[in-house]
């Protein structure tokens, strides 16, 4: 992806999946890349559309959460785009977890019932609904892996304030019941997912994107409950499934590892099942949109014309 220069650029930043642009500090330019990551490697081949699936899912979900929740999106100039308001952010990933699932399950198959503070109850099976969402935060890690991490680790580190903990919570648990019931129109479970919020003076801000495949998990509704009887595996939609072809090749991103070749073929499935992911969660039919980095930059200077700068 080509590298811009705005006027008013104050910083930039290149993530694993997202090249962010400081405009006049107090605003993001942020593009959500086809590139694509798991267990924090970046893959060797971008994939199609990955994206604009990715960016205007974050911004149908911000737009339907916005009356719970002030979120730092404005606009979003081109389809792989978005410009919002920069905040200053907690270190902490906020997952809330409807079901035990992943790593909830691991931990739970392990023997143990509290994680990150949360208590999960005895008697459970992988995938059940817990009785009600539980919170399980990580410290957002400049490098290498999030870590769990307590409430009260939380407010001892200076992560949050109390108060602020308080407001973290009730927010994150407010914006995924409004998930949930997104998903469940569209015949779907959310399961788990994350949040990262910031502050913008004293006002806490949702950030980043929201309820997307590589942020959440969501598992098919119809024949749910059958499935859990009978200990089948569910039917997930999330991008589980490029992590789990990349195990069946050896790769965990373990050192001494190599990334399995991804022939052009696998790349197009990759594609269209991201493709379906979107139309499955939005409910719409996607439109493939491709522009220039010319279009891209006269749409993105355009949308900051409007910004007190």
């Not at 009978?230 to 590892?257: A, C, D, P, Y």
């Amino acid at each position: 992806m080509k590298s811009f220069q705005f006027e008013h650029q104050t910083g930039f930043y290149s993530g694993k999946v997202r090249d962010v642009y400081s405009i006049s500090n107090n605003y993001l330019v942020m593009f959500a890349s086809n590139r694509i990551s798991a267990f924090d490697v970046i893959l060797p081949r971008p994939i199609p559309f990955k994206g604009q699936v990715l960016n205007q899912i974050a911004a149908y979900m911000l737009h339907a959460t916005r009356d719970i929740c002030p979120n730092w999106l404005i606009s979003t100039p081109a389809p792989h785009v978005s410009i919002g308001k920069k905040c200053q952010p907690f270190r902490i990933e906020m997952v809330v977890r409807g079901n035990l699932t992943g790593h909830a399950w691991r931990t739970y198959a392990a023997g143990k019932r509290i994680l990150c503070g949360a208590h999960m109850p005895e008697g459970m099976k992988e995938n059940d609904y817990f009785p009600s969402p539980i919170i399980t935060p990580s410290t957002k890690a400049e490098e290498g892996h999030d870590e769990d991490i307590s409430p009260a680790e939380i407010i001892k580190k200076g992560l949050a304030t109390e108060a602020e903990w308080k407001t973290l919570c009730h927010y994150a648990l407010q914006i995924f019941a409004r998930g949930k019931e997104i998903a469940a129109k569209q015949g779907l479970i959310l399961v788990d997912t994350k949040y990262e919020f910031g502050k913008i003076g004293d006002e806490i801000v949702l950030m980043d994107e929201i309820h997307t495949p590589d942020s959440s998990r969501y598992f098919y509704a119809d024949g749910f409950e059958e499935r859990q009887s009978t200990g089948e595996r569910q039917k997930q939609l999330s991008k589980e499934f490029v992590r789990e072809w990349l195990i069946e090749h050896n790769f965990m991103g373990k050192e001494g590892q190599t990334v399995p070749e991804m022939s052009d073929a696998w790349i197009q499935t990759i594609s269209n099942r991201y493709i379906e992911l979107y139309e499955k969660i939005i409910g719409e039919k996607f439109v493939p949109v491709e522009l220039s980095d010319e279009e891209t930059e006269k749409l993105i200077v355009l949308e900051l014309g409007k910004l007190n700068l």
